[in-house]
Nanobody
Framework: VQLQASGGGLVQPGGSLTLSCTASGSIFSINLWDWHRQAPGKQRDLVASITSSGSTHYADSVKGRFAISRDDAKNTVYLQMNSLKPEDTAVYYC?????????????????WGQGTLVTVSS
């Protein structure tokens, strides 16, 4: 299983950006999707998560500005980011808790995408 993140870039303060992350491989179900971010010199923090039932959770710093969603038919998660601030600048990583089915058995693992850089600057 591999995760491929995309959508990062340079955006002005107040602007919007949408990140996406697609999982590929022998996937039976994606139980949980997260977006995390890591700013220079800081630890990696959870930004948002969405369960298989669609329940969402957001860090206080992004509530009301970011929205996480998933498309199970495409094995893809999205992060819609609005009203971006310079402090949102970071490398954004997707994470997935995945059940795979291969060779007659199930396995349960978690995976990280490669990260996509979001820079908020004028």
């Amino acid at each position: 299983v591999q995760l491929q993140a995309s959508g990062g870039g340079l955006v002005q303060p107040g602007g919007s950006l949408t990140l996406s992350c697609t999982a590929s491989g022998s996937i039976f179900s994606i139980n949980l999707w997260d977006w995390h971010r890591q700013a220079p010199g800081k630890q990696r923090d959870l930004v948002a998560s969405i369960t298989s039932s669609g329940s969402t959770h957001y860090a206080d710093s992004v509530k009301g500005r970011f929205a996480i969603s998933r498309d199970d038919a495409k094995n893809t998660v999205y992060l819609q980011m609005n009203s971006l601030k310079p402090e949102d600048t970071a490398v954004y990583y997707c994470y997935a808790d995945i059940t795979s089915y291969f060779g007659g058995s199930y396995s349960y693992d978690d995976y990280w995408g490669q990260g996509t850089l979001v820079t908020v600057s004028s």
